[in-house]
């Protein structure tokens, strides 16, 4: 089965070929043009320029994949529907669905981060070849829009268990980094300083890390920096990486035990990370170790899969179809689809 | 023009109740303050007197987050939130222009002050930090 998928739900324009059989996974082809270096300057993402540049670059993107045999081989259309900018979302769909409406081909509506759970699967074979011997697993998705605890039972069902009630994790560290004028993005700044700085320098709020549940918090940790800095007259470097450092570990003391608690809670056989912040070292490092205390495989997506990618969708959309769990439409109704900005992957809360 | 002193989070959650109780629908409420002033806290208690029954988080990273209130009126309460933005866009440009001056939607709009061109009807307030927990609240 071949899969052409399209990925536009933010900043990153991106384009897959995958071809699945039965326990096989081959991906013949992935593009990635990232928007970062245009909106750097604007401290985050502009849905109008990104939009802009989605337009500009899906077309080019599109034939630089498919080249002279067009959609020839192609059985799926897969396309991100949401969760995203609404604006940006949009020009992924309507590629998608014109292309698949035009060839009479199905489309799979992809959720966002369920492709950010399938990253998982484009890096570990063991994943693709015996899934069950993994599931149910525990997945902490985090990112800069979401952070949430999934319980994955099998492909396509997910209960969510907690999620943040606020702020996502990889909005504080952006958040941090602008207080602090490093830039943009904020999570591979925050966390490069914080590798130079003294995790103990300051204690900043962990954030429910005793609440009885696996709600988050995080809005309060980026108020606590901005009080530190305003209680500052100057800072210095050293002060720059024992924030960073100090913040860092708060957030992940806070991510590491609550998944910890919950895998134990629902008797997992694994547990994953997802979304861009799993390119995190320490967040890596401390589920890592945790995970190896109580015998659990970890798993974390390879670095070039953690940001946002087309393979991640195409993964997803395939096994939206063996296990007909999916949005699999056809025909007049793939003309009706449209893009969902806040779909959840899973409403249920236990 | 109303104003308040805020002392803790429930005097908060007390100013945007009132607040919520007047709003007949197609207003747009634009909130100013800080990074911590509580703009947040206030979205919250707003949202949950007009009947969003979930959880209202940060809609920084995707700009608009819309939900669907349990009320008779109002049907879609939209939260925007223009931290990233620059100013030089209008709310139209952020995919708003559906919500805007419809008499069934409430249009809340955090860091307002990033945004050109604000509806007519626009009920602007401002929450200012002053230490402590107190919080100076002032309703335009």
Redo the contacts between chains.
Sequence with gaps: MRILAIESSCDETAIALLEAKGQSLNLLKNQVYSQISIHKK???????VAARKHLETIIPLLGSILGKDKLKNIDYLAVTAG?????SLLLGLTAAKTLAYANKLPLVAVNHLEGHVYSNWLTSSDLVKNPKKFLPALVLIV???HTELVLMKGHGQYQSIG??????A??AY??VAK?LSLGYPGGPIVSKWADKGNTKAYDFPKPMLTSPNFDFSF?GL??AV??TLEKKKNINKKDIADICASFQAAVVEVLTTKAMIAAKKYQVKSIMLAGGVAANKALQQSLLQKSKSQNLPFFYPAANYTGDNAAMIAVAAYYNVVAKSGRIIKNKDILTLEPE??WQLSKNKI | MPEYISKNVADTTKVATELAKKLTGGELVALSGNLGAGKTVFVKALAESLGVKDVITSPTFVLMKVYVPDNKKINKFVHVDCYRLEGQEDLSDIGLGDYLNDDKIIVVVEWADKVLNLPAKTIRVNIDYRGGDKRHIVID
């Design positions: 604007y401290g985050g993402v502009v849905p109008e969760p995203g900018l609404v604006t990112s800069g829009g999620r943040t009630l606020d702020d996502a990889g909005e952006d958040k207080l809005s980026k108020t901005l009080y900005a806040n």
